[in-house]
């Protein structure tokens, strides 16, 4: 079994991270994580400033533009010249850690965080819904909130998100919060009702929507996941067609004469 000692952070670049928000990129259900971090390292051009790695680690390098990368990477944006703004910075994987890494890794993530003095760790993460429910429009889709201190606990309620009362929160996620809870450190959990079998962009949408609520010197558009989500809607339609018609019974037609 890995111990926390097997894994490590290694930094590229060095900077004043005190006072940040973390975000906890590692895939959850429905992919919601994933977009988030994805959709917060292009819209804010947040630059690599890190990585994790650990021999449990899988075997592989991730190529974009000519360059290798490692499975799990940390970004975060440089300083503004001037005015107030928010230090965001970003953990994001490729892979889903295997039960016996997820406390070792959550455990060097709050670690990292804590080295560094930033101040909150916000965990977007998908809660699953019956299949059945229709989740095409936004205003449908539900986002709760559940912190691991009180003000944590109080940064929810002033933004009027609805806390997550009862059920299971699972993977690093899960082990963050219990971890910030036993620690002091203020975690956030931000479940959006999200479907299971693809990756949901509109539940990654509302997450963002509500980062942006708490995020007060940061304007966050989610306009775009939203069209991605139209995108993926429609290719699943066009899906779901090909494979109704693929069962229909062929429909019988008046033998040829010439066979």
Known sequence: MATSSEVHIYE???????????????????????????????????????????????????IRDGEPMNPVRIYAGQEPAAGPYDKIVVFISEFQPPPNLIKVIASAVLDWAQEQRCEMLVCPEGLIVDKDKDLTLSEDIEVYGIGSTRKAAELLNSHNITVFEEGVITGVAGVLLNEGKKREFNVLSLLSEAHPDYPDARAAARVIETIDKILLHTELDAQPLYEEAERIEDQLKTIHRQTTVAKKPPVPTRPSMYG
């Open 12 to 62: 590229l670049r060095r900077m004043d991270l005190k006072g940040a928000t973390v975000i906890d990129g590692f895939p959850s259900v429905g992919l919601v994580s994933s977009i988030v971090a994805n959709y917060l390292i292009n819209a804010l051009s947040l630059k690599q400033i890190g990585m994790m790695d650990s021999v449990f680690f899988p075997t592989v390098s991730l």
